[in-house]
């Protein structure tokens, strides 16, 4: 079991590597000019110049890259000033030092702005899966229950709705109808104190949320329909226990399973942030900050999201095969 | 069958209700209380979709950045309304006869946010502080014609600014080493304001910013908002009359709407298309809103070095089968034709002035004379090959380049329409031999006619990558007429200089001039003061509010808002 999970650990460090390689070379070939991003598109050429150099951009790639990987992990004091030029945009604990650099744009340790952004984006992304998985558990146990029925037509054909409709849709009718017209909820934002964050989730939480419940819908149902039929329900029936406590105690626990697949995954994909939901409800997330990075083609920027966003999709992954071994034997062998 | 019947209706519906819900009527402007004169107080708020990179003068250079600058950095010399140089910090400033030196008297008591002294020497410690080789300042070559620049900021031989001058407490003299009629012009931008003395004599990028204008920074939350408070010791007495300003960064151009007439926002000015229509259709809002025109031009840039725009008369041909008129239809609501380089704000507004027109024949007839001949009838000839033309994802170049591509075709050039990201089409445009044609444009950096010709015609602007004269057009003739013209100091002389700048460009034709953006904002009418500058874009440093005690909340119930959909 540890040996597995250590195997899975060390491929999972070798995907962030490979896709953080990848990143980096894209970023570099593509045919931009990040100095002239920085510098605005009437900045005279020498002006250009001069930032190119301060960025370091007038060197080779190989050279950017080499340099890019001894700093992102490093050992260094356990203790420095936040202006100190060799360590001053690293984050540490004790000697460890990451150093993601300085965004181009923004002129501030990314590690910095990866810290203020990282924990909205975890507290949107819990409350969107929570919000989908309520949902798309109601709604599929009862279309299952329901089967067949005007009910099960309905919820069925909702979800295809939910599913088929883009987040952007979602996002403005909601904000439409439940902020601006009858002004239950913010507009958008995010808040300065923690029940106005509350508040200011509940939008951008639902349109994720209904989006991902669509199909989690369609999962819990088909998965009990198919349940309901295995010898332990049916017999639970002929005992003559209630219908609901066939359904949700027998049924439905064996229905889940394979939702603690999407839901981990889910989560993981939601860390990397929920770019057209961030950006529409003005949630300062990783998402929001990974769209701006990359039309500024602020590469510092783009390489901290995507190191933290392959990093969560792997780590979900890893939880998952990990939660499977767990809850079933039979992969352990 | 029933099944079916339900279903339709359902759908009906849903249709109904999504119809009803969206084709909402506009909200009512909020009331004012009626006050005749400014009085202090209130809160103004503004939003954007962007966001705002970095609030040090030295090194912001995006216009809504400088929205808030002009309002937290205060400099010697300021623009009117018109774009005219007057005096700021300084109570007055003159000009040596021959053009080499300029002399700033500082006010006397002036204060910076946080309490220390103006002085003479502090104004010349920000001017070096902002072209230190070591900033990242993205116009320092404004400067280039500052006495000891070079050696200052490119060889890196001198500590100081030979050309900057403290000739005693209140008084900043700058030296340059050729005359300049832009200098005072460039001089008034923000760039070079005096920043406090913590900003010491380098850019730091933790440092807080600190200056000296009307507002000072009260908070900024990076990607979200920024305030500003009034300054107390702000020179001029009783002004500003706002307590504060609020600015909201990275909002949806319909959620600024949504708020705006919720009263949460009190000026809008970025509407989508549908919505100024609306604003300006509905005589309620028409007399609240208003165009800014900062000068700007726009049109179509042709690489002189690449085929078939090498060719002269395939350039003219360009320039003359736009039909501008046609074009200006892609957004009615934001674009005024330009035929000529100069416009009518800086000088462009003589009425003989020999212009690029639209006219079809004559550009039939160019091709014929380059060689390519175009017969309409058939749509036989013209140049053989398709030329590619990008693009970037943007509203008015998406369908813009459609118009371009259909009027070209009509005299045999075929365009390759190619969408690529706003960076890779500016990598692309402003390096050599990679593109022929492209949209381009230009906004004004600081009010002078030698901004628009300098950098994107002049030859010495030419470069193999980030070439900012993007047509690589070279003439001999107009560079010596656009240095000579930069160094006269005689206005009139100088027209007529640009006058005739303007007819080279304009015949030789690397770029076809065609529109020039004008934005439309809208304010609610308690809103009172807003001034449109030609240089300053969203001005609200003289706002006041004239807001009623308490304005009724505009929240409706849920059956109010149910009842609503069914009327």
């Given at each position: 079991m540890i040996k597995r999970a250590l195997r899975r650990l060390a491929w999972a460090l070798l995907v962030v590597w490979a896709t953080t390689t990848v990143t980096f070379f894209i970023n570099n070939v593509l045919p931009s000019d990040p100095a002239r991003m920085v510098a605005g598109p009437q900045a005279r050429p020498k002006d250009v110049e001069r930032v190119r150099q301060q960025l370091g951009l007038d060197r080779p790639v190989l050279e950017q890259y080499a340099r890019f990987m001894r700093r992102l992990v490093h050992f260094g004091p356990s203790t420095f000033d936040k202006k100190d030029p060799e360590h001053g945009s690293c984050a540490n604990v004790w000697r460890v030092h990451i150093d993601l650099g300085k965004s181009y744009q923004q002129r501030r340790p990314v590690t910095t702005i990866l810290g203020e952004r990282?924990?909205?984006?975890?507290?949107?992304?819990?409350?969107?899966?929570?919000?989908?998985?309520?949902?798309?558990?109601?709604?599929?146990?009862?279309?299952?229950?329901?089967?067949?029925?005007?009910?099960?037509?309905?919820?069925?054909?909702?979800?295809?709705?939910?599913?088929?409709?883009?987040?952007?849709?979602?996002?403005?009718?909601?904000?439409?109808?439940?902020?601006?017209?009858?002004?239950?909820?913010?507009?958008?934002?995010?808040?300065?104190?923690?029940?106005?964050?509350?508040?200011?989730?509940?939008?951008?939480?639902?349109?994720?949320?209904?989006?991902?419940?669509?199909?989690?819908?369609?999962?819990?149902?088909?998965?009990?329909?198919g349940a309901v039929k295995l010898d332990h329900v049916r017999t639970a029936r002929a005992k003559g226990l209630p219908m609901w406590r066939v359904w949700i105690r027998h049924a439905l626990r064996n229905a889940l399973v394979p939702l603690v697949t999407l839901i981990g995954l889910d989560l993981g994909a939601l860390v990397g942030g929920a770019i057209v939901t961030e950006t529409l409800f003005r949630w300062p997330g990783l998402g929001a900050l990974s769209v701006s990075a990359l039309l500024d083609r602020d590469g510092p920027v783009i390489m901290g999201t995507v190191i933290v966003s392959s990093a969560a999709i792997v780590l979900a992954n890893l939880v998952v095969d990990v939660s499977y071994a767990v809850l079933d034997p039979r992969v352990r062998r | 069958m029933r099944s079916i019947r339900r279903k339709t209706e359902l759908l009906l519906l849903s249709s109904a209700l999504l119809l009803f819900g969206c084709s909402e009527a506009t909200a009512p402007p909020l009331p004012a209380s009626g006050n005749a004169s400014a009085s202090r107080g209130g809160e103004l708020h503004l939003a954007s979709f962007a966001d705002i990179k970095s609030l040090d003068p030295?090194?912001?250079?995006?216009?809504?950045?400088?929205?808030?600058?002009?309002?937290?950095?205060?400099?010697?010399?300021?623009?009117?309304?018109?774009?005219?140089?007057?005096?700021?910090?300084?109570?007055?400033?003159?000009?040596?006869?021959?053009?080499?030196?300029?002399?700033?008297?500082?006010?006397?008591?002036?204060?910076?946010?946080?309490?220390?002294?103006?002085?003479?020497?502090?104004?010349?410690?920000?001017?070096?502080?902002?072209?230190?080789?070591?900033?990242?300042?993205s116009f320092a070559q404004f400067y280039d014609h500052l006495d000891g620049f070079e050696e200052f900021n490119v060889k890196k031989t001198e500590d100081h600014i030979r050309g900057v001058v403290v000739e005693g407490e209140r008084v900043l003299a700058i030296h340059l080493r050729e005359a300049d009629a832009a200098f005072l012009s460039i001089f008034a931008m923000q760039g070079v304001r005096p920043v406090c003395p913590s900003a010491g004599d380098k850019y730091d990028d933790t440092w807080q910013p600190c200056g000296a204008g009307p507002f000072k920074l009260d908070s900024w939350d990076r990607g979200r908002s920024a305030r500003v408070v009034r300054f107390d010791g702000w020179r001029e007495p009783g002004k500003p009359y706002l307590d504060a300003i609020t600015y909201t960064y990275g909002m949806g151009l319909v959620t600024q709407r949504f708020k705006f007439e919720q009263g949460d926002l009190d000026i809008d000015r970025e509407l989508l298309l549908a919505d100024t229509f609306r604003y300006q259709s509905d005589t309620r809002w028409k007399p609240l809103g208003a165009y800014d025109i900062i000068p700007s031009i726009g049109g179509e840039e042709m690489n002189v070095e690449m085929p078939p725009f090498d060719n002269v008369e395939v350039r003219r041909a360009v320039a003359a089968a736009i039909d501008r008129e046609q074009f200006r239809l892609v957004k009615t609501s934001a674009l005024v034709t330009l035929e000529r380089v100069l416009v009518p704000e800086l000088g462009g507004d003589d009425p003989t002035f020999k212009k690029q027109k639209y006219d079809y024949a004559a550009a039939l007839e160019h091709m014929k004379r380059a060689g390519f001949p175009y017969d309409?009838?058939?749509?036989?000839?013209?140049?053989?090959?398709?030329?590619?033309?990008?693009?970037?994802?943007?509203?008015?170049?998406?369908?813009?380049?459609?118009?371009?591509?259909?009027?070209?075709?009509?005299?045999?050039?075929?365009?390759?329409?190619?969408?690529?990201?706003?960076?890779?089409?500016?990598?692309?445009?402003?390096?050599?031999?990679?593109?022929?044609?492209?949209?381009?444009?230009?906004?004004?950096?600081?009010?002078?006619?030698?901004?628009?010709?300098?950098?994107?015609?002049?030859?010495?602007?030419?470069?193999?990558?980030?070439?900012?004269?993007?047509?690589?057009?070279?003439?001999?003739?107009?560079?010596?007429?656009?240095?000579?013209?930069?160094?006269?100091?005689?206005?009139?002389?100088?027209?007529?200089?640009?006058?005739?700048?303007?007819?080279?460009?304009?015949?030789?034709?690397?770029?076809?001039?065609?529109?020039?953006?004008?934005?439309?904002?809208?304010?609610?009418?308690?809103?009172?003061?807003?001034?449109?500058?030609?240089?300053?874009?969203?001005?609200?440093?003289?706002?006041?509010?004239?807001?009623?005690?308490?304005?009724?909340?505009?929240?409706?119930?849920?059956?109010?808002?149910?009842?609503?959909?069914?009327?």
């Open positions: 990282l924990p909205r984006t975890v507290m949107l992304a819990i409350a969107a899966v929570l919000v989908q998985t309520l949902l798309g558990v109601i709604t599929g146990l009862i279309a299952a229950v329901k089967r067949n029925t005007a009910v099960d037509t309905a919820t069925v054909g909702a979800s295809l709705v939910g599913i088929s409709a883009p987040t952007f849709l979602i996002g403005l009718a909601l904000q439409f109808v439940l902020a601006h017209r009858l002004r239950l909820l913010p507009l958008d934002g995010f808040g300065d104190t923690t029940a106005e964050h509350l508040v200011c989730i509940v939008l951008p939480a639902l349109t994720l949320g209904i989006y991902g419940a669509a199909y989690y819908t369609r999962v819990v149902r088909d998965e009990l329909i | 030295a090194v912001a250079a995006d216009t809504l950045t400088g929205e808030i600058i002009e309002l937290l950095f205060a400099g010697l010399v300021d623009f009117d309304d018109q774009g005219h140089v007057v005096p700021d910090l300084a109570e007055r400033f003159e000009r040596s006869d021959d053009g080499l030196v300029y002399r700033f008297f500082l006010r006397e008591g002036l204060k910076f946010h946080d309490g220390s002294p103006i002085t003479a020497k502090e104004c010349a410690r920000s001017i070096e502080r902002a072209l230190h080789p070591d900033t990242p300042s309409p009838k058939t749509g036989a000839g013209g140049w053989p090959k398709p030329i590619v033309y990008p693009i970037y994802k943007q509203g008015l170049y998406e369908s813009s380049a459609q118009v371009i591509q259909q009027q070209l075709a009509k005299i045999g050039l075929r365009l390759e329409l190619k969408v690529v990201s706003y960076p890779t089409y500016l990598a692309m445009t402003k390096r050599r031999a990679t593109v022929a044609l492209s949209p381009a444009g230009w906004s004004q950096d600081f009010p002078d006619p030698s901004d628009f010709f300098d950098p994107i015609f002049a030859s010495n602007q030419i470069n193999d990558e980030d070439s900012n004269n993007g047509a690589f057009y070279s003439n001999p003739k107009l560079d010596d007429l656009l240095v000579r013209a930069r160094r006269e100091l005689d206005p009139a002389v100088r027209k007529k200089m640009y006058d005739e700048a303007d007819t080279i460009v304009c015949d030789e034709a690397p770029w076809a001039m065609e529109y020039q953006y004008k934005y439309y904002g809208v304010h609610q009418p308690y809103v009172k003061g807003l001034r449109w500058s030609t240089v300053w874009p969203n001005f609200v440093r003289d706002v006041w509010l004239d807001k009623p005690r308490k304005v009724a909340s505009r929240r409706p119930s849920v059956l109010g808002w149910m009842l609503g959909l069914l009327k």
